[in-house]
């Protein structure tokens, strides 16, 4: 079964603590203009994939599928036609999924 939730964020450089699919990992998310930014990390700190940019329709780890995470993340927005998360609403009409299985 395919599983989606939303992580939360901010239109506000952040960095945080997150389980998926029984591990642990840290992200941090940053306005890097004109896109915001992910940093993914093991628990540990060790970088797994830097400056991915939030972009919209496509798995942000499809690049990094050698990793063997379980995981995909995705970003959407409610606005038609808008691709890409602007540097104001991020959390708000736009926003990072994780999906599982």
């Not at 628990?43 to 990793?67: E, K, N």
């Amino acid at each position: 079964m395919v599983s989606i939730n939303e992580i939360p964020l901010s239109a506000d450089n952040q960095q945080f603590s997150i389980a998926i699919a029984g591990a642990s990992y840290k992200m941090a998310v940053s306005w890097r203009d004109p896109v915001w930014c992910l940093d993914l990390f093991r628990d540990d700190s060790t970088p797994l994939a830097l400056a991915l940019p939030l972009v919209s329709g496509a798995d942000l780890l499809a690049q990094h599928i050698y990793l063997n995470l379980g995981f995909a993340l995705v970003v959407g927005t409610d606005i038609v036609g808008q691709e890409n998360p602007t540097k104001t609403d991020l959390g708000i009409t736009s926003h990072l999924y994780v999906v599982t299985e």
